[in-house]
């Protein structure tokens, strides 16, 4: 039987309808992402969602409603991260949200937002080999898991999402050297542990979750046709390099007119592409795929193998 699960992000918010075949496969028929900007002025001020936050929070919610009934779904399983967990209205937020009993709501912490996405990033590593390190490009954080023999070694979330970076180190049209250092110093400084973790578990593949790793997809291949509901692509290590090299070239413009380029990313892809860039130069990784499955898949993952009396062993 399909269900609906919602991953309310701080820049989109996900709706995927799927189930588990017999086989324990994913099967998504349907997956959709609304734009919320939670991290905005308009929707964020002084560590609380603001009313009209909120408000667009629960528009964004009843439109995947209305998608989910198409599909005979009456009720969604929402999971919110970042923007949210860290708000001080965020019981407030729920409540609201809650009021409409077609939803339900999780406020995850970093550590379980991390795990539910390893949990499908599994799913699409099947098959290939040597210790995997994951990354999740968030709004608000950004989430890393490294994977050996199938079994999660090492995992941890950093307060480091590129809406943050944006608020942080703003510009608007090219970003230019000075803001590049302050950006990569400030990665450099706020992901120690996890360059401590690279030096000391040696990942030799990267999977990216949905997200920014999309949109390189998206950039890189854009005279073909992507499907982001595949379980992976792989992304050829000079291909991203040269899209590096674009990205921190380009203007706003140039980035707009750009063939696969998803518009709330104009700006924060660049800020994404850096950490990406400084993750392989910190690696001596070869191997670079994205992949569609991400939190929502997870948390479907999950639910469905709970429903039927399955526990998930991390």
């Known amino acids: 039987m399909n269900i609906g699960i919602v991953d309310l992000g701080t820049n989109t918010c996900t709706l995927i309808i799927g189930h588990l075949d017999n086989s324990k496969n994913l099967q998504i028929i349907k997956k959709e992402s609304l734009v919320v900007k939670l991290g905005t002025k308009e929707h964020y001020k002084n560590r609380n969602i603001t009313a009209k936050g909120i408000n667009k929070i629960i528009d964004v919610l009843l439109q995947h409603l209305a998608t989910a009934k198409k599909f005979n779904i009456s009720s ?3 999971y919110s991260t970042a923007a949210i967990r860290e708000a001080e209205n965020k019981l407030e937020i729920q409540s609201k949200i809650e009021s409409n009993p077609a939803f339900k709501m999780v406020i995850l912490k970093g550590e379980e937002e991390a795990l539910l996405t390893t949990n499908a990033v599994q799913l699409a590593a099947e098959g290939l080999k ?3 390190l994951t990354m999740d490009i968030g709004g608000g954080s950004n989430e890393f898991v490294i994977i050996k023999n199938s079994e999660i070694i090492w995992s941890q979330s950093f307060k ?7 608020q942080t180190f703003p510009f608007e049209d090219k970003i230019d050297n000075t803001i590049i ?12 542990e ?3 973790a690279i030096e000391k578990y040696q990942p030799q593949i990267l999977i990216g979750s949905s997200g920014a790793f999309d949109t390189y997809v998206d950039l890189i291949k854009h005279h073909q046709p992507i499907s982001h509901l595949q379980k992976r692509n792989q992304i050829e290590i000079s291909d991203f390099h040269s899209l590096h090299n674009t990205l921190i070239e380009s203007t706003k413009k140039e980035r707009k ?3 696969g380029m998803t518009p709330i990313r104009e700006l924060m892809i660049v800020y994404a592409s850096m950490l990406t860039n400084l993750v392989l130069k910190k ?4 191997q670079m795929y994205q992949t569609g499955y991400a939190l929502a898949e997870g948390a479907l993952f999950e639910k469905q ?5 399955q526990n998930i062993s991390y």
């Open 76 to 78: 969604l399983h929402i």
């Open 194 to 196: 996890l360059w401590l």
């Open 130 to 132: 040597g210790p995997l």
């Open 257 to 259: 007119e750009m063939k």
């Open 283 to 286: 690696s001596n990784i070869n």
């Open 305 to 309: 193998n709970s429903d039927h009396g």
């Open 181 to 192: 250092d302050k950006v990569n110093n400030h990665f450099i400084e706020k992901h120690k």
């Open 160 to 166: 480091t999402g590129m809406a943050r970076i944006l």
